[in-house]
């Protein structure tokens, strides 16, 4: 397939594309991301109608096809249509308000879709640069199995925090790791005051006194969830 992650190819009339089902569909997948210093939409969407959709069009690795006129009201989840790692979701109605239906009934599942097909892919990218190495240290001192690239390096490292950088002229990126004993359940507040803390002690800035910390301007967003039967919190901020 090709295409750049994050890039999704919806394959809709022209009409409808400037109907009140395009905006549907544009509210949707040109949603705003969650806890990010900028507006960023959820994905790059370009729109091609039926007729033109061909070629490498038909390739790309993210695909919304919608299909007006049809005999069954439904989504349909697809993989390797017309190229290997591709993904296509294809709304199939009887009309332009089903499918707005369809939209709307399904619209979280259709994000999730794709947005767990691109952490795949990154994953998979990422294990033909993985350290073994740092992989090993992380599982021997916190029992926990990551994919870590190869361009990380430990900056800090101690019994109970590990800090994972890479640094690039472009951009700087962190694996912020921190262990201990305590309660088994912590309040959002809790868990970004303990944040604040572990930075404040490990991650200094070049000016005295100051350090990396979460901005309150932009409170971060907490997703409670279950993973192998433990119980974590999802921090975006």
């Not at 919806?10 to 705003?32: M, N």
């Not at 249509?81 to 979280?108: G, H, M, R, Y």
């Not at 990422?126 to 001192?141: A, F, G, M």
């Not at 070049?206 to 409170?219: A, Q, V």
Request: charged fraction near 25%; include cysteine.
């Amino acid at each position: 397939s090709n295409g750049k992650p994050g890039e999704l190819i919806v394959v809709i009339s022209d009409g409808q594309w400037e109907s009140t089902l395009g905006q549907r569909v544009k509210s949707v997948f040109l949603a705003e991301c969650i806890a990010l210093p900028q507006p960023e939409p959820a994905f790059d969407v370009s729109h091609v109608n039926h007729k033109l959709f061909s070629d490498l069009l038909t390739r790309h690795r993210n695909v919304l096809l919608i299909k007006t006129g049809a005999a069954v009201n439904d989504v349909f989840y697809k993989k390797n249509i017309w190229a290997s790692n591709q993904v296509v979701a294809e709304l199939q109605s009887s009309s332009e308000k089903e499918t707005d239906l369809l939209l709307q009934k399904n619209s979280e599942s259709l994000v999730r879709f794709f947005n767990s097909t691109e952490l795949s892919r990154l994953e998979e990218l990422n294990k033909k640069i993985r350290s073994p190495e740092i992989e090993q240290k992380l599982k021997q001192k916190f029992g926990l199995t990551l994919i870590v690239p190869k361009n990380y390096f430990p900056a800090i490292e101690n019994d109970h925090f590990v800090w994972l950088r890479n640094e690039t002229p472009e951009l700087s990126q962190g694996i912020m790791i921190y262990s201990e004993d305590g309660k088994e359940n912590f309040t959002d507040l809790e868990i970004k005051m303990k944040i604040d803390s572990v930075s404040s002690k490990y991650i200094l800035g070049k000016n005295g006194g100051t350090f990396m910390r979460i901005e309150d301007l932009l409170p971060p967003q907490h997703i409670h969830k279950m993973v192998n039967d433990i119980q974590i919190v999802e921090t975006k901020g």
